[in-house]
């Protein structure tokens, strides 16, 4: 067995013997425990069904003690925020009594995942895919989504249909899944630009692409505020829900949410969410500019949605672990199929960094967040010298480790960002690594090219 295997093998134990573990402390139901978002989105649908302001807090609260009695209410961890037609189109399964509610929409999640992850893993090459299904399925991002009755694995499942659709050209299926950005519009609002920044070079299915998502988009949003009542509320209710959201929820997944501790770390914060907005806008741009990108195959262009999205992710203000399943097609593309992609001496090596910075902030958090500036700087002194696969490793050691350790709240910060913000870098090296390949003008080479025969081309 190579130390690649046997790294992959370690990553591999430790995420399922975690989520064993979080499945036997899951159960039995407790409030704030098992489907403790579903209940405030089944609640939602119910007081739309029955004509009632999903955005008054009373109505609300009352609808969520009917579904399950909890002991006192938590603003913002017990408010609806969603665009109104997320309660409209949750009605599809609210009719049922409220666990089995959960348990159809949870295997629904479950299944459409996995389905798009085994699609997305065969359309990249992958011939075998099974234990990283495992894997990804296990993960407790994956597994947090489930636990809450979250939206993020029909996301995902939204997310890589619409690239598998762009690759096949149908414009207007694919714009027909920006529906999935209604459920999530502060995460998912870089997709529709940069999936038409991707295509730019064939004007009319851009687009007609362009064309069926904003219907999709702008004649959701406006159905919910037609259909729900009082619904002008949701703006106010919104803003509310903003100026407190960092007092009550200290696991974000953004950079934000690790500076959030820091002296002024709300305002720097702010400022790594703006630079993010425009740096996925500086993408988008590039991108229809760019003639290299006309001459890269379907996956380099798929690059494009997935890497603004991961820079997005990772500069958000406000995103949970459980939203990063987002980043699992740019993962897939990273690794390459059993890891071949990856290094085993350097993944060995960055699982023992990822260690290394859980044990510093145990320690001290001086002493965590000085182990990463450093790290920070030795990535910007060597950039010339750093490869994909160093950065996919440490990302992907990342992603299995320190997410996990949350749940135990033996930290008052939490580490996903870090993960986050290494899968992103690792993303936009790989795509700079095949614009660079690729001669201006020149067209795709016919056939199928694995992600693993594009980057070993690359580097020979």
């Known amino acids: 067995m190579s130390k690649r295997q046997l790294m992959l093998g370690?990553?591999?134990v430790f995420v399922v013997a975690f989520a064993i573990f979080a499945?036997?402390?899951?159960l039995p139901p407790a409030p704030y425990g098992l489907a403790d978002d579903w209940r405030v989105f089944y609640a939602a649908a119910h007081v739309v069904q029955h004509g009632g302001n999903p955005y008054d807090a009373a109505t609300i609260h009352a609808a969520e003690q009917a579904a399950q009695l909890y002991?006192?209410?938590q603003p913002?961890?017990?408010?609806?925020?969603?665009?109104?037609?997320?309660?409209?189109?949750?009605?599809?399964?609210?009719w049922l009594p409220y666990w089995l509610s959960f348990a159809v929409f949870t295997g629904l999640g479950a299944l459409l995942a996995g389905i798009a992850l085994r699609a997305w893993t065969r359309e990249a090459g992958w011939d075998h895919a099974g234990l990283w299904l495992l894997a990804a399925m296990c993960s407790w991002l994956m597994l947090l989504g489930f636990f809450s009755g979250q939206f993020d694995a029909l996301l995902l499942a939204g997310v890589v249909a619409s690239l598998l659709l762009m690759r096949r050209n149908a414009a207007c299926l694919a714009g027909a899944c920006m529906v999935v950005v209604l459920f999530k519009p502060h995460l998912l609002w870089p997709l529709p630009l940069l999936l038409f920044a991707?295509?730019?070079?064939?004007?009319r299915r851009a687009w007609r692409f362009a064309a069926a998502a904003g219907i999709t988009i702008a004649g959701g949003a406006a159905a919910g505020f037609v259909v729900v009542p009082n619904s002008s509320a949701?703006?106010?209710?919104?803003?509310?829900?903003?100026?407190?959201?960092n007092e009550?929820?200290?696991?974000l997944s953004g950079i934000p949410g690790l500076l959030v501790r820091l002296p002024h770390g709300a305002v720097i914060g702010a400022a790594v969410g703006v630079a993010g907005g425009i740096a996925v806008i500086a993408l988008a741009w590039l991108a229809t500019r760019d003639a290299r990108l006309r001459g890269t195959s379907g996956e380099s262009r798929a690059l494009v949605p997935l890497v603004g999205l991961a820079v997005w992710l990772a500069c958000t203000p406000y995103a949970h672990p459980n939203d990063d399943v987002l980043l699992y097609p740019l993962v897939v593309m990273l690794v390459g199929e059993r890891g071949a992609l990856l290094d085993g001496h350097r993944l060995q090596l960055a699982l023992l960094a990822a260690l290394a910075a859980l044990a510093a902030f145990l320690s001290t958090p001086a002493l965590g967040y000085a182990l990463l500036v450093l790290g920070a700087g030795l990535l910007i002194a060597?950039?010339?010298?750093?490869?994909?696969?160093?950065?996919?490793?440490?990302?992907?050691?990342?992603?299995?480790?320190l997410p996990a350790i949350w749940p135990f709240h033996v930290l008052n910060v939490s580490l996903t960002p870090v993960a986050v913000s290494l899968t992103a870098l690792a993303g936009w090296l790989q795509l700079r690594a095949r614009l660079a390949a690729a001669l201006p003008g020149r067209q795709a080479s016919s056939g199928h090219l694995t992600a693993t025969r594009v980057v070993h081309s690359v580097s020979s």
């Not at 499945?23 to 899951?26: D, E, L, T, Y």
């Not at 949701?234 to 959201?245: A, D, I, N, Q, Y």
């Open 10 to 12: 370690a990553l591999l």
């Open 23 to 26: 499945v036997a402390h899951i």
């Open 71 to 73: 002991p006192k209410v």
């Open 76 to 94: 913002s961890l017990d408010d609806f925020t969603d665009l109104p037609i997320v309660a409209v189109l949750l009605g599809a399964v609210a």
């Open 198 to 203: 991707a295509w730019s070079d064939d004007h």
């Open 234 to 245: 949701f703006f106010g209710h919104l803003f509310g829900f903003g100026g407190r959201v």
């Open 248 to 251: 009550v929820q200290p696991d």
């Open 382 to 401: 060597l950039r010339g010298r750093v490869q994909v696969s160093t950065i996919a490793g440490l990302a992907l050691a990342a992603l299995a480790v």
